[in-house]
């Protein structure tokens, strides 16, 4: 998976430094960027302890990505500076336990589930935030695709993208690899997502694996409507872990509308979205993101209820703007003035589904 580890920083750096022009794009929409100077500027600054470093900053959101004018993926060196960083020792992980003993706890034998009836092809893996936030969301979600797909399982385990985004290249290969081996062994050849974070990370890693997101499959194949829903205008926030990826994007359009929702487009959209601050855990660094960068994404929501199809993002927006999640609305569970889920409810919620009754 990363056998140019070694190189990878060097390699972007200098990449980065030929064929930046500094046309300052990517700073305009970005702090990280505004604090630190344009990708070429550090790059400049090599392998500097205090330079790698720096790039705890940036949630690696792929904006700088989107905009780029010169097609370069700033994104892609930063991530490689975490984990130089990482293999150089400089970073002190105690700043991330939260999140570390989070993805841990979530993959532990306790949490972790695998429902794989026999004949199985295709399992749902809802990842770590909705079964924790809406459990019946997933279980409702995985009833409506057994309807579909009879022999189908249910996956519950965690991805590894903490690990992954910290730059912790062991610890992610052993997670993921893990799983990888367990699904193969059952015979699975199909994986279906929920979160745009999976589905980004399995899309990039898994090997033999077909990735498709929830949404797509029941936006091909259903069409929903709620009383409540007609004419009501909300507006959609794309997950940034999802920019690249239209054609959830539009799975997720196609859903609201066969809904009854009128759409609202964000300032911000698709390929140029917003990360809602969780991005990166550069909260640990940098406190404060969380609340600004969800503040700037409510303030162009203009009094209309938020819609996302990431738990991470719904979690994070809702303290803010009234934001629901789109599995809420497929499985006819719609509160629009619901509160965020408690840390220790969470966790309950995860055990429910870890032993809930599937037949
Ligand atoms: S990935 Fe996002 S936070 Fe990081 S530099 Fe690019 S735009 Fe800024
Ligand atoms: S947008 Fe691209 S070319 Fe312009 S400063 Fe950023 S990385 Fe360099």
């Known amino acids: 998976m990363f056998e140019e580890k070694r190189d990878e920083v060097l390699l ?20 990280f960027l505004q604090k630190y100077g344009t990708p070429a500027a550090i790059a400049k600054r ?11 900053g940036c949630s690696l959101c792929g904006l700088c990505d989107a905009v780029c004018p010169e097609a370069l993926s700033p994104s892609s060196m930063f991530i490689a500076m975490r984990r130089e960083a990482i293999t150089l020792r400089l970073v002190d992980l105690k700043l991330y336990s939260p999140w570390l003993n989070y993805e841990k706890t979530g993959g532990s034998f306790f949490f972790r589930r695998d429902f794989i009836p026999d004949g199985c092809k295709t399992v749902f893996f809802p990842g770590c935030s909705l079964p924790g936030s809406h459990p019946d969301a997933v279980l409702a979600l995985f009833i409506k695709l057994r309807q579909l797909e009879p022999d189908a399982g249910l996956i519950l385990d965690c991805c590894g993208k903490i690990s992954h985004d910290l730059g912790l290249v062991d610890k992610f290969q052993n997670i993921f690899s893990k799983l990888m081996r367990r699904l193969k062994t059952a015979g699975i050849k199909r994986i279906l997502t929920s979160c745009p974070g999976c589905s980004k990370i399995l899309k990039k890693y898994s090997e033999g694996f077909e990735i498709v997101s929830i949404y797509e499959l029941l936006g091909a194949t259903s069409s929903i409507s709620f009383p409540e829903a007609s004419g009501k205008v909300v507006a959609i926030h794309d997950p940034c872990t999802a920019r690249f990826d239209s ?18 487009e964000l300032p911000s959209s698709m390929r140029t ?5 969780q991005g990166g855990m550069v ?9 600004r ?3 700037q994404i409510a303030s162009g929501v203009a009094g209309k209820t ?6 991470a993002c719904c979690d994070t927006l809702s303290e803010v703007t009234a934001t629901i999640h789109l599995a809420d609305i497929l499985t006819g569970k719609i509160d629009f003035e619901s509160k965020p889920v408690s840390s220790f409810r969470r966790w309950i919620n995860r055990l429910k589904l870890r032993f809930v009754r599937l037949t």
């Open 12 to 31: 972007l750096t200098r990449e980065m430094l030929s064929a930046c022009t500094n046309c300052g794009e990517c700073l305009k929409p970005c702090s």
């Open 293 to 295: 960068e969800s503040e």
């Open 306 to 311: 938020l819609v996302t199809s990431c738990g």
């Open 247 to 264: 054609v959830q994007q539009q799975a997720v359009r196609r859903l609201l509308a066969s809904s009854g929702f009128t759409i609202q």
């Open 283 to 291: 909260e640990a660094t940098v406190p404060g993101t969380v609340r």
């Open 46 to 56: 090599g392998m500097a302890e205090n330079n790698l470093l720096s790039a705890f």
């Open 273 to 277: 979205t917003r990360c809602c601050g």
